[in-house]
Antibody
Framework: EVELEQSGAEVKKPGESVRISCQGF????????IAWVRQKPGKGLEWMGI????????RYGPSVEGQVTISVDTSIATAYLEWKSLKASDTGMYFC????????????WGQGTLVAVSS | QSVLTQPPSLSAAPGQRVTISCSGS????????VSWYQQLPGTAPKLLIY???KRPSGIPDRFSGSKSDTSATLGITGLQTGDEADYFC???????????FGGGTKLTVL
């Protein structure tokens, strides 16, 4: 059974850094793109970016380009989303998602990681 | 402002049928498959419909999807209280090179 297990909630101050993780189970991790999707409190879903673990090819969404770094460690089947300097507006729930063969379809979702940024 | 347009909310009685619309453009829905996601309160979204009208294993046939030109529709029959959730449509956008989503429709089963 495919599962994506995300790291726990993070509470940070503006300007701090954080890296959250997403570990895949039950499938060949290196063969499927992993995307990150943000959901701000009470809002909809927003695409952040995607990485192909097989060769670390990474694409960022225009709203986060330069603000975050997506990476992967295939030896432990884990993808990462990292901020070097958080802002209050980064507060939200972050989901990692496996992309289906078709690029429009996100077929398995992690449980989400809450990142709360407040002074 | 979401790239895809959905009604913010809908309500219906148990046992009834409801449809949720999702409107886009030729850059997204018009030339790509549409997916639908169900987000129960306090949980992660779950894939409900993919490639316009296919159901993943385990999704009951009360849920259906269709697409026409630049719009898509999610149908739910035999509504149950457990169907109360937010529903999102999503698809690839060829001009933005990202997956775009609708703003979500909050379904209330009265």
């Amino acid at each position: 059974e495919v599962e994506l297990e995300q790291s726990g909630a993070e509470v940070k101050k503006p300007g701090e850094s954080v890296r959250i993780s997403c570990q895949g189970f039950g499938y060949t991790f290196s063969s499927y793109w992993i995307a990150w999707v943000r959901q701000k409190p009470g809002k909809g879903l927003e695409w952040m970016g995607i990485i192909y673990p097989g060769d670390s090819d990474t694409r960022y969404g225009p709203s986060v380009e330069g603000q975050v770094t997506i990476s992967v460690d295939t030896s432990i089947a884990t993808a990462y989303l990292e901020w070097k300097s958080l802002k209050a507006s980064d507060t939200g729930m972050y989901f990692c998602v496996r992309r289906h063969v078709d690029k429009s379809t996100l077929d398995f979702w992690g449980q989400g990681t809450l990142v709360a940024v407040s002074s | 402002q979401s790239v895809l347009t959905q009604p913010p909310s809908l309500s219906a009685a148990p046992g009834q049928r409801v449809t949720i619309s999702c409107s886009g453009s030729t850059f997204n829905i018009g030339n790509n498959y549409v997916s639908w996601y169900q987000q129960l309160p306090g949980t992660a979204p779950k894939l409900l419909i993919y490639e316009n009208d296919k159901r993943p294993s385990g999704i009951p046939d009360r849920f259906s999807g269709s697409k026409s030109d630049t719009s898509a529709t999610l149908g739910i029959t035999g509504l149950q209280t457990g169907d109360e959730a937010d529903y999102f449509c999503g698809t690839w956008d060829t001009s933005l090179s990202v997956v775009v989503f609708g703003g979500g429709t909050k379904l209330t089963v009265l």
